[in-house]
T-cell receptor, first 113, second 116 residues
């Protein structure tokens, strides 16, 4: 079975540009999570969805960040406008509602110049 | 905000040595998980501990959950180069709601390098 799929794997952009990260969760999973990982702050939860509905977005750093999940097989995380401090690895993870195991994607490495 | 402190932050050892690393918090967790992350990949779950004092073994890895459910340790016996990676602990708090509304708090991780 395919795991969590993220695209792009690498993104280099200039400050002020819009960035869209994409995620396809494991089929049948009801929960989807977006995380950000940096050396300074470690792995931080940004937002999570249950059954395509955003449940907790308290980790979203500011209004420049937004996330959507239009259906059970697709989610996006958008940064507009991007800033150099947004440079990080962004992970998507999915699980079933029992939450026993979260399965992580390979991440998107974002560099904002 | 619940914090998980992991120590040491970096560890470099020779193949065949034993090691123990720690995950500590002032908060109580209903469960705690350990993940391993290799360069360029996402974290992969190794184990979940739920009961205070619980010990779980995964081949050469031994995980223990503290009696008070505030801390955990990971012991690796006869480390091998394949054990190299970032080890993350993550906890789910007692105050979280049902499983469907629980969320993980991660430590910053321990970078382990095992030299051949």
């Amino acid at each position: 079975d395919a795991g969590v799929i993220q695209s792009p794997r690498h993104e280099v952009t200039e400050m002020g540009q819009e960035v869209t990260l994409r995620c396809k969760p494991i089929s049948g999973h009801n929960s989807l999570f977006w995380y950000r990982q940096t050396m300074m702050r470690g792995l931080e939860l940004l937002i999570y969805f249950n059954n395509n509905v955003p449940i907790d977005d308290s980790g979203m750093p500011e209004d420049r960040f937004s996330a959507k999940m239009p259906n059970a097989s697709f989610s996006t995380l958008k940064i507009q406008p991007s800033e150099p401090r947004d440079s990080a690895v962004y992970f998507c993870a999915s699980s079933d509602l029992r939450r026993e195991t979260q399965y992580f994607g390979p991440g998107t490495r974002l560099l904002v110049l | 905000t619940q914090l998980l402190e992991q120590s040491p932050q970096f560890l470099s050892i020779q193949e065949g040595e034993n090691l123990t690393v720690y995950c500590n918090s002032s908060s109580v967790f209903s469960s705690l998980q350990w993940y391993r992350q290799e360069p360029g990949e996402g974290p992969v779950l190794l184990v979940t501990v739920v009961t205070g004092g619980e010990v779980k073994k995964l081949k050469r890895l031994t995980f223990q959950f503290g009696d008070a459910r505030k801390d955990s340790s990971l012991h690796i016996t006869a480390a091998q180069p394949g054990d190299t990676g970032l080890y993350l602990c993550a906890g789910t708090s007692d105050t979280s709601l049902t499983g469907a509304n629980s969320k993980l708090t991660f430590g910053k991780g321990i970078t382990l390098s095992v030299r051949p």
